[in-house]
């Protein structure tokens, strides 16, 4: 797929891997709208990107409102009169185990990382497919390849984005659509989603469960992110996936190795890897 002069939208756009992807794609050629629910920071990432000289616009954006998903393919249609690539990259975490996470923390959990990319793939496919050309990625997780502990609600989510985005590449192929898609499952990326609570409504965050394993890990997972890889090396590797019609973006491949080991597990003595 030629990219040059063709539009792309992404969410979660206003920092960390969703603002390296909208930089790549601007990089390229690409016309793209940028959509976030930080709006201060929304501003400042579509400002830097237009002070470039490219052809950008924002759209504050809740994911997990099919409305405001509606609203910003509205939005991108009558800026641009078209769209070509889509990534539902907005995503949060928290840290809980099963048994001891709130039904608030399921249900907000859930509704942004699967509903949205659900949302985004129902709104923008027959839009992007009408172009008869384009490309839908989500990001998930390796979360979504290997389920750990003290992180069931974002396992489960992640692993409903990869389901998701087989079914949609499949069905694709399947009534042989000149639209592909994609799943990107990142390991440790140097990101704000260990502060993602804030954005979270504080009526609805007083309803989190503190658990001495969830707080364990998630210190655990914070200091690992810190030393992360950096965002920036994310846009080109979903970009790559874009052009040349790939399915998995592993920003990691040696992680891969932990869901080939869990499997192998399960052939060989149905038991479940550590």
């Avoid at 992180?151 to 692993?159: F, I, T």
Wanted: hydrophobic share 45%; net charge negative; proline share 3%.
């Amino acid at each position: 797929m030629d990219v040059d002069g063709k539009v792309a939208v992404v969410t979660g756009a206003a920092s960390g891997m969703g603002l390296a992807m909208a930089r790549t794609f601007a990089n390229a050629g690409m016309k793209v709208v940028l959509a976030d629910i930080e709006e201060t920071a929304l501003d400042g990432a579509v400002n830097e990107l237009s002070g470039d000289g490219h052809s950008v616009i924002g759209v504050r954006t809740d994911v997990s409102k099919l409305d405001e998903v509606q609203s910003l393919a509205d939005a991108t249609l009558k800026e641009f009169g078209a769209v070509h690539v889509l990534c539902n990259n907005a995503g949060v975490g928290i840290g809980a185990p099963v048994g001891n996470t709130s039904i608030a923390d399921w249900k907000w959990t859930l509704d942004i990382d699967l509903w949205g990319p659900i949302y985004g793939v129902e709104t923008f496919l027959p839009l992007i497919e009408e172009q008869g050309e384009g490309h839908i990625n989500s990001t998930a997780s390796m979360a979504g390849l290997y389920a750990g502990a003290s992180l069931g609600a974002y396992n489960v989510a992640k692993h409903g984005v990869v389901a998701l985005m087989a079914s949609l590449e499949r069905d694709l192929r399947w009534r042989e659509s000149k639209v592909r898609a994609s799943v990107l499952c990142p390991g440790p990326i140097d990101t704000q989603i260990v502060d993602s609570e804030r954005n979270r409504d504080p009526n609805d965050a007083v309803n989190h469960i503190e658990s001495e394993q969830g707080q364990k890990f998630w210190e655990f997972l914070t200091r690992t992110l810190a030393n992360g890889m950096d965002p920036a090396e994310v846009g080109p590797m979903v970009l790559d996936a874009v052009l040349n019609e790939k399915f998995w973006i592993l920003t990691h491949p040696e992680m891969g190795e932990i869901a080939v080991n869990q499997s192998r597990a399960m052939l060989e003595d149905q038991r479940l890897t550590r």
